[in-house]
């Protein structure tokens, strides 16, 4: 089984910036789509941006511009990045890390939160 923890969330200005980081680990090599996910209260889980193991990317119309994806394939752990820039209140909701290993892995989710 892959195994994801995400960490960087937090509460922010509308503005501001915030990035999330997702560690995947064990059995990483099946590893091909990652993504992040985020679900609003009282809204269903919506895609964000999302990345291929060649490095295409992928982009909701509401973060083009705003939001980059990355990731960095080391040896051992796979590192997702989502860089978000230019805040909205919007934006409020808790992330999911995600890979497409053959099998749909989530992380656990990290809260943001864009308000002043």
């Known amino acids: 089984q892959v195994q994801l923890v995400e960490s960087g969330g937090g509460l922010v200005q509308p503005g501001g910036s915030l990035r999330l980081s997702c560690t995947a680990s064990?059995?990483?090599?099946?590893?091909?789509?990652m993504a992040w996910y985020r679900q609003a209260p009282g809204k269903e889980r919506e895609l964000v941006a999302s990345?291929?193991?060649?490095?295409?990317?992928?982009?909701a119309d509401s973060v083009k511009g705003r939001f980059t994806i990355s990731r960095d394939n080391a040896k051992i752990t796979v590192y997702l990045y989502l860089q978000m820039n230019s805040l909205k209140p919007e934006d409020t909701g808790v992330y999911y890390c995600?890979?497409?290993?053959?099998?749909?892995?989530w992380g656990q989710g990290t809260q943001v939160a864009v308000s002043s």
């Open positions: 064990r059995n990483i090599f099946s590893i091909n789509t």
């Open positions: 990345i291929t193991s060649g490095g295409s990317t992928n982009y």
């Open positions: 995600y890979a497409n290993a053959n099998t749909r892995y």
